[in-house]
């Protein structure tokens, strides 16, 4: 099974909201990514979690605050976001991070629209 | 700055016919490749990898080429059929990290 899964599915906020993108795994994966992707552009990193500690953060704004509570989840906490934060966020889990081989697998994103 | 680039956007085969997608890199140091199938509205789904102690890889009707010298690879996909119409991610990764890198992807549609 190699299946990531993401709730919701498609979200839509204001700029003052507050809300969490959640990804869940149980391939027994210890590395947890969230990933931004925008219209006809590859998927850019934002975060890596590795053994549920934060290993990556690509210079990330304040206004996106993720969570590992614990190795099966991700969460991805959204707050006073913009108009050009309107993307599809996707998870993805591997194995073990830093290991250059490790496939990463992808869950089916969160697609938000920020008004 | 790119480091991985796909400089087709898009393609069209027909089916039956052999699919070919390019992919080139400037990093040196990446030695791990790997392609992705993307459907609109979901996830990447991953296909196939590569190391570069190798120059190609074999799974069912999907090859990976990989040419090292001239940092380039390529996704063979022989025969065509019609459900593998979507856009397609190839990725690197080096041995500083787990991080990969993206192309901008190529869209593959296989007419019936």
């Known amino acids: 099974d190699t299946e990531v899964t993401q709730t919701p599915k498609h979200l839509v906020m204001g700029m003052t909201n507050k809300k969490s993108l959640k990804c869940e795994q149980h391939?027994?994966?210890?590395?947890m990514y969230w990933y931004k992707q925008k219209a006809k552009k590859p998927p850019e990193l934002m975060f890596v979690?590795?053994?549920?500690?934060?290993?990556i953060n690509e210079s990330v704004p304040s206004r996106f605050s993720p969570e590992c509570p614990n190795s099966s989840l991700l969460n991805l906490h959204l707050h006073a976001l913009q108009p050009e934060d309107s993307a599809l966020y996707l998870c993805?889990?591997?194995?073990?991070?830093?290991?250059?081989?490790?496939?990463?697998?992808f869950g089916p994103g969160t697609r938000l629209t920020v008004l | 700055d790119q480091q991985v680039k796909q400089n087709s956007p898009s393609l069209s085969v027909q089916e039956g016919r052999i699919s070919i997608l390019n992919c080139d890199y400037t990093?040196?140091?990446?030695?791990?490749f790997l392609w992705y199938k993307k459907y609109p509205a979901e996830g990447p789904t991953f296909l196939i990898s590569?190391?570069?102690?190798?120059d190609k890889n074999e799974d069912g009707r999907f090859t990976v080429f990989l040419n090292k010298s001239a940092k380039h690879l390529s996704l063979h996909i022989v025969p065509s059929q019609p459900g593998d119409s979507a856009v397609y991610f190839c990725?690197?990764?080096?041995?500083?990290?787990?991080?990969?890198?993206f192309g901008t992807g190529t869209s593959l549609t296989v007419i019936p």
């Open positions: 993805a889990s591997s194995q073990v991070a830093g290991t250059y081989t490790d496939t990463q697998y």
């Open positions: 391939m027994g994966h210890r590395a």
């Open positions: 979690y590795s053994y549920e500690k934060l290993s």
């Open positions: 990093n040196s140091m990446f030695d791990y």
């Open positions: 590569i190391s570069s102690i190798k």
């Open positions: 990725a690197a990764s080096g041995r500083t990290g787990n991080q990969f890198y």
